[in-house]
């Protein structure tokens, strides 16, 4: 029975789960040659207040990119996108081969369409120094941004597109010689890593604006060395400032975040001179709050004089904590009194009191909600405008991380078809079944699936059923063995978006092996326009809101012979599938000799003509011509003229 052999299917994935338990596995390998993807673990609190949109992350098995091996590597890391239930809706780590991919998000700053950004990471032998990547709806990369200057690659930290996308900013670091005289020791010199930033024409690489902390910024400010600390010694040195964030508002300055100094900066857009500091030992301001080893520092709005930021605090890092729990934090800033102020207007505790000592990210949404990424394990909150949390998630696996994580709304249009795979089962001529799995890599807003089947690879579509859309994946279940099969996908309106290719079903490479039963070696393909219009008699006669004359109408429409009652149709239904069965079979095994025979004929042609033997071939043609006629496939390419498997009338 196929309830057997798919019980026997599922229970070999069981198996297979058992030692990745916490990865995806999918059917349709055509646009996902051997994703796994990462499951959640999700706990809503309060989900009609959650905002609409998608997770953006890009998880990654450790930073630093691992020395290719012959091992062979699934596709598990990278950019990756899915809805709000944790359901997958793009996998893009075979875009770029499963390499490390950094703040992933959806970009609306370019043009009217919704965009994608990431970074690249470098290579692990320093061939490739990685780029910016701006990916559109279509999911083709439309710019790469390469690595500026000399410096050692396109940092991870961010890439920050700036509006109307013709500019970006980016992190820098550079190694440099520093005079140590801000530690009483001026006759010493000792290396150590710059931060900086830079901002880059997107269509060029171009740097168009550059600057870094070497002579701005005093050793005695870092939070990670004292005056009686031994120097450095060579290259790189000290990473003294460990910039990881920087934004630019309407005025043209921009926002810094220095984790080794405790201190979020505004650099002057006219001559690069630090106009403020908020936090560290030198804040400019009166603030009644803390924050340290902070993470993307962003401006929510900034007007002249009033300057609204968001931040991640994470009072913590490898060393130790400053605080008990890491925070996201709103600060509101007033440049105009003396002294100036910082208060903080939102504080969004991390839901488990936990720390998160390395990355992350804290963003404000449209609606007002705030979404958090506290990094370690993917995980993740949402929370409303007055601080009330929503949800929370996390990867299912400990084995991955994503630097930052996003939500926002998107629309995902992929310019490849859908992908299927079609699949039969059956133990004998009256039991088989079509599975067919479909998916669609990175198509929003599909929510039903329409199956169709063919009597052949050239014959007329037929709608074998529908279903509605609840995974990545969709599976459909036919009865009956459909041979050439295909997918349409539906929106919300009821629209076609995509059609997937017809593809052919795949059997067993052993119909005996599998449990076949019957008394050939295999099933032969049913015609599908016959069990559809034999399921629509059954489905109709089933149904309580079907009179008499509907039901003898459809019949009638369907059959050519064959009287019906009210109390006959469901006979009349199951004898005419019986039969659907046997006239398929009849039919399509004549089909396949049929196409044999042209072809045969074909080669006999091209042999014989060569050797000379055309009156011979041209006695048997006029012979065949007074036999039944038989169709030969077109050599020139033409449509091969459709045969009605419906009759089995011989000429």
């Known amino acids: 029975m196929f309830w057997g052999a798919l019980l026997l299917l599922l229970s070999s994935n069981v198996v297979a789960e058992r030692h990745d338990s916490d990865l995806m596995s999918f059917v349709t390998p055509i646009q996902l040659p ?32 691992e020395r290719p091996t012959q091992k062979y590597q699934q596709y598990q890391v990278g950019p990756y996108i899915y809805d709000d239930s944790g359901i997958l809706i793009w996998a893009g780590s075979p875009l770029y081969d499963n390499e490390n991919t950094f703040d992933f998000k959806p970009v609306y700053n370019i043009d009217s369409n919704p965009h994608l950004s990431f970074i690249v990471g470098w290579a692990s032998d320093g061939t490739k120094k990685g780029h910016g990547a701006i990916v559109n709806q279509h999911y083709e990369v439309e710019k790469e941004v390469q690595v500026i200057n000399d410096l050692h690659d396109f940092n991870m930290h961010e890439f920050n597109i700036l509006e109307g996308g013709k500019t970006a900013l980016a992190c820098t670091y550079r190694n440099a010689l520093i005079n140590m005289a801000d530690f009483g020791r001026p006759t010493e010199e000792s290396w150590v890593t710059v931060g900086g930033f830079v901002e880059l024409d997107i269509a060029t690489s171009e740097v168009l604006v550059q600057w870094d902390s070497f002579d701005k910024i005093a050793l005695h400010e870092s939070n990670m060395f004292h005056a009686w600390d031994d120097p450095a010694g060579g290259e790189p040195g000290w990473d003294y400032v460990h910039i990881n964030a920087v934004d630019k508002n309407e005025a043209g300055d921009y926002l810094i975040s220095l984790r080794f100094t405790n201190t979020l900066y505004l650099i002057s857009g006219q001559d690069g001179s630090i106009l403020w500091r908020l936090g560290g030992l030198e804040s400019d301001f009166d603030q009644d709050f803390t924050f340290s080893k902070q993470h993307d520092a962003k401006f929510v709005s900034s007007n002249g004089t009033r300057h609204v930021i968001s931040v991640l605090n994470n009072a913590s890092d490898e060393r130790g904590n400053d605080e008990n729990t890491s925070a996201g934090l709103i600060i509101e800033l007033d440049t105009a009194v003396t002294p100036m102020t910082a208060r903080v207007i939102r504080r969004i505790n991390r839901p488990d009191s936990g720390l998160t000592r390395l990355r992350g990210s804290f963003r404000p949404l449209p609606n007002g909600n705030y979404f958090v990424g506290w990094s370690e394990r993917g995980y993740s909150s949402e929370h409303a405008p007055n601080g009330d949390l929503l949800v929370t998630a996390r990867f299912a696996s400990d084995r991955y991380s994503t630097y930052r994580s996003y939500k926002g709304e998107f629309t995902g249009r992929p310019s490849a078809p859908p992908d299927l795979v079609s699949n039969v089962y059956g133990t004998d001529d009256k039991d088989t079944t079509t599975l067919i799995h479909v998916s669609w890599n990175g198509a929003t807003d599909v929510v039903q699936w329409k199956f169709y089947a063919q009597s052949y690879d050239r014959g007329e579509p037929v709608l074998i059923g529908s279903t509605n859309k609840t995974d990545f994946e969709t599976m459909f279940i036919a009865d009956g063995y459909m041979d050439w099969v295909s997918a349409q996908a539906i929106d919300a309106d009821g629209n076609v978006m995509h059609t997937s290719n017809v593809m052919r079903t795949g059997i067993p490479s052993n119909w005996k092996a599998a449990g076949w039963g019957g008394a050939n070696s295999g099933p032969s393909p049913d015609d599908p326009s016959i069990i559809a219009a034999a399921n629509e008699v059954t489905d109709l006669a089933s149904s309580d809101t079907a009179s008499d004359d509907e039901t003898a109408e459809v019949i009638n429409d369907s059959t050519s012979s064959g009287s019906t009652g009210s109390s006959g149709v469901s006979d009349h239904s199951a004898a005419q599938y019986a039969d659907a069965k046997e006239v398929a079979k009849a039919v399509y095994k004549a089909y396949d000799i049929i196409r044999g025979i042209g072809s045969l004929i074909i080669f006999m042609l091209v042999v014989c003509t060569l050797g000379g033997a055309g009156f011979a071939i041209w006695r048997f043609i006029r012979g065949r011509r007074k036999r039944s006629y038989q169709h030969v496939p077109s050599e020139e390419g033409l449509p091969t003229e459709e045969i009605r498997l419906t009759s089995t009338v011989r000429e």
């Open 34 to 65: 051997e994703v796994r993807a990462l499951k959640w673990e999700i706990e809503y609190h309060d989900r009609e207040r959650m905002a609409p949109g998608y997770w953006f992350v890009a998880p990654y098995g450790q930073i630093s990119p």
